[in-house]
């Protein structure tokens, strides 16, 4: 019965604690939901009122557009300033400074604003024309640093780019010498191997040439040249010398050429 209950117990626990997590889970979705709704109404609600300035800067003359003209220049500068910040912040942390100092601005931007919405309703022309110039040169001072800060970021932004860039252009250049490496190597080694076979032949031909000579010297020194298939008697050897007659034959003419010596001769 103990080990039951101490079951029990720890089911329970288990359950509690699993319909306390679904609860958290829950308003924790609830809430999150409940923020992107409320910056969905704030967006829709300030692109509304972004377009009421546009067309009251544009219908309306006097004091009254000149204060919706303020107004649209002050909330399209801090706009389009927290875009390039909030885009550029994820690679550049050192942006989130720049973001901080924007926050701060636009909270001078919104009471400046509410002070633009109020002088709108004032009915005093004189006092209309007194507050706007004052109104007006706080709105320029807030304006030039919204814009300040967007053309610096913009700036810091195109500077890293280019950076980049061409820290790429010289690794590709890199690449492509190492690519091109075989080209070096074989114009360094192709003239040698090329003029190898022509140093060797030459080598070889001037050899020949130096034996050749020695050869046809020696033939000179021992008493003649010696002929070959085409030389001598139209290119053709005698019959004497096909058939091995030349010398007896030399021989029994120097014979017949003596004089003789005899009886007879007294």
Not at 30 to 54: D, F, M, S, Y
Not at 230 to 246: I, K, N, V
Request: with cysteine; net charge neutral.
């Amino acid at each position: 019965m103990e080990i039951l209950g101490v079951l029990l117990g720890v089911a329970l626990l288990l359950g509690l604690g699993v319909v306390v997590l679904v609860v958290i889970g829950l308003v924790k979705a609830a809430r999150a939901v409940g923020e992107k709704v409320e910056r969905q109404e704030a967006k829709a609600r300030r692109a509304v009122e972004n377009v009421t300035l546009k067309a009251k800067s544009y219908t309306q003359t006097g004091p009254q557009g000149q204060i919706s003209a303020v107004r649209l220049g002050l909330r399209t500068s801090l706009d389009g300033t927290r875009r390039v910040l909030e885009g550029a912040v994820g690679q550049d942390g050192q942006l989130g400074e720049a973001l901080a100092l924007l926050g701060r601005l636009d909270a001078h931007a919104m009471e400046l604003d509410g002070e633009l919405r109020m002088l709108e309703r004032e009915p005093d022309a004189g006092r209309v024309a007194a507050k706007l110039p004052e109104l007006r040169e706080r709105a320029d001072r807030i304006t030039h640093s919204a814009e300040t800060m967007r053309w610096a970021a913009q700036d810091r932004m195109h500077r890293f780019a280019a950076d980049e860039l061409g820290r790429l252009s010289r690794e590709c250049e890199d690449e492509a010498g190492a690519l091109r490496h075989w080209d070096t190597v074989s114009g360094a080694s192709g003239p040698g191997t090329a003029s190898a076979p022509g140093a060797s032949a030459s080598a070889s031909a001037s050899a020949s040439g130096d034996s050749a000579g020695a050869g046809a010297g020696a033939a000179r020194e021992a008493g003649g040249v010696r002929r070959g298939l085409t030389d001598g008697r139209g290119g053709r050897p005698s019959a004497e010398e096909l058939l091995g007659l030349a010398d007896p034959v030399a021989k029994l003419a120097q014979r017949l050429r003596k004089p003789t010596t005899g009886p007879s001769a007294g």
